[in-house]
């Protein structure tokens, strides 16, 4: 399991980053304070306070996980 934070901080951004996770096979979380979405969802991304880096859990395998953080790197808090 890797964890990281990243900022997202335009609409575009949201959607890249939506975009990454569901090219991802595996299970990708963001948290954000006490509430934890589906990276997966840009309607749950939107309902946190994107304000702020929000932390970022992806359970997969080293592979999976390096290959993830690699299409998200712009946006590493």
Same mark, same amino acid.
């Given at each position: 399991?890797?964890?990281? +934070?990243v ?8 959607? *890249?980053? &939506?975009?990454?996770a569901? /090219?991802?096979s595996? #299970? ?12 997966? +969802?840009?309607?749950?991304?939107f309902?946190?306070d994107?304000? *702020?880096p &929000?932390?970022?859990s992806? /359970?997969?395998?080293? #592979? ?14």
């Open positions: 399991m890797a964890d990281f +934070s900022s997202l901080t335009s609409v575009d951004q949201v959607k *890249q980053f &939506v975009d990454a569901c /090219r991802c595996c #299970e990708v979380d963001v948290s954000s304070g006490r509430y934890v979405v589906n990276a997966k +969802s840009i309607m749950g991304l309902s946190l994107l304000s *702020q &929000v932390g970022v992806v /359970r997969g395998s080293r #592979e999976e996980e390096e290959e993830f953080r690699t299409r998200v790197a712009e946006f590493l808090a």
